[in-house]
């Protein structure tokens, strides 16, 4: 650990992403005398859309949804590839100063609540060794999946294959699969999308999945879209696309819970102008009802295409054994393969895997209900973004750093320094935090917090409920607490070990504790002065 004064911040932003940037820009726009920063474990801002490097990467939400509330998409496609939602965000991030806030190669892995000091200690894991930083204000941004760590269950025999294989989230870069035999394991948004996108060069692509699941097809450009934004000016043509896609997305969906087989007779039915009867019978008839599971998205119907060239193909089969050459299935049937892409999910990691503390005393989160999603149960000062599973993230993720930036604004104008929210309820039942069947969110569930039988602490997968809910509901709700002063519950009580506060630094030290390359861990910045500064110089 280094001797350099601890950066001592009103809000610190973990992660650098789609969540992230949208978190620094409402900041910089509704807390502007605050400082902040953000920390990105990356070399590159962007998250998700920097990190999948597989061919054919996209979005499965349109982009006048899963971009920003405050900058319009302006691209002629909806359903966007990966560079241009790059783009996106290193754009805004540049327009915005917040890139010059971003602390790069900067891996958050633990934060400790000093309840004598009313601030975060935080612990970030750089090339130069570990460094800390103190704020009053913890935002996670760092998204719901392990970047290091995908979910790869192993394939009976596959250290006997001699080509090459992977996992699709550890895409290699020099890959050629131009005449290559390939076949691709699993059935989800990754492996729909892969599949096209090889089948452009490869000799052969096989899409061997267990089940099916529902696709529907979609032109990826928005031609209502579009014709709206040429007769109107940029914003509110956004607004009203924008709108219209929200309304069109919660339609669709309330429609499919209250009737799934009529919805799922109507999605059957679509695909029969792209493929004959027996396939889709026997490949693209789920088990499960529509929205129990996320919708797969097929942009102008790029995997139905490359079926019929022929150039690829989806086998609905269970896998016996991995060979030397390929996969044989139960059935018996052995598909020749030069590569093998697992494209078998994701590993749900709350907060980036973030290690939560009070005064030294970890905090299991799975124990804590969560308040209105974004914050647990006697966990202060703590805010984090989790999108929705059934519309795009940044619906929630904009909602989410609203609300942050009104936490922040009120601690100030209370005087206050703690912000938590209090379950004082001996009735709220417990219910799963999600309720979606998907492998992945199953797989998640004894690591993901607790969902309430009540308002604050249900989680609503639904934006409109959101907006009464989050932006416009009254921050003191008879749940979420102010304090100048707070202590935890008994159960979550301070170790006898952990360490006391440390003495405020002098003026000197404060001033000299946040610029563009101040890291370290001597003496922190008391809160009180903190709350004056400015945002972080570059």
Known sequence: MTSEPVPHLDALIVGAGLSGIGMAW????????????????????GGTWDFFRYPGIRSDSDMFTLGYRFRPWREAKAIADGPAILRYLTETAEEAGITRLIRFRHRVTAADWDT?????????ETPEGPRRFTCRLLLACAGYYSYEEPHDPPLPGEERFAGIR??????PDA????????????SGATAVTLVP?????????TMLQRSPTWMVSRPSEDRVANAIRALLPGRLAYWLVRWRNIALQRWVFELARRRPEQVGRRLLAMLEAELP???????????????????????DGDLFRAIRSGRAEVVTD???????????????RHIEADILVKATGLTIRLMGGLAVSIDGVPQHLPDRFTYKAMMFEGIPNLVSVFGYTNASWTLKADLTAEFACRLLNALDAKGAAVAVAENRD??????????????????????????????????????LKDLRLIRHAPLEDGVLGFHRRWAPAPAAACSASAAPAAAPAPAEAQAAAIPGSATGASAPVSTASAATGGTVPA
């Open 197 to 205: 996108a090889l089948a452009k060069t490869a000799a052969h692509v």
């Open 426 to 463: 001996p009735e709220l039942a417990h219910e799963p935090w999600l309720d979606f069947t998907s492998g992945y969110v199953q797989r998640a569930l004894p690591l993901l917090p607790k969902r309430g039988s009540k308002v604050p602490w249900k989680v609503h997968q639904n934006y």
């Open 318 to 332: 269970t896998i016996a054994e991995v060979t030397a050459t390929g996969i044989t299935t139960v059935s018996g």
């Open 166 to 171: 992977f996992h699709a989230q550890h895409w």
């Open 26 to 45: 409402h900041l910089l726009n509704r807390c502007p005398s605050r400082r902040i920063l953000l920390l990105e474990g990356r070399d590159r801002l």
């Open 175 to 186: 890959l050629d699969h131009a005449g290559k035999r390939v076949v691709v394991v699993g």
């Open 277 to 299: 009867p027996e396939q889709i019978a026997a490949h693209f008839t789920p088990r499960y009802n529509v929205w129990d599971q996320r919708l797969c998205l097929v942009p």
């Open 116 to 124: 004598k000091a009313n601030r975060w200690t935080v612990t970030a």
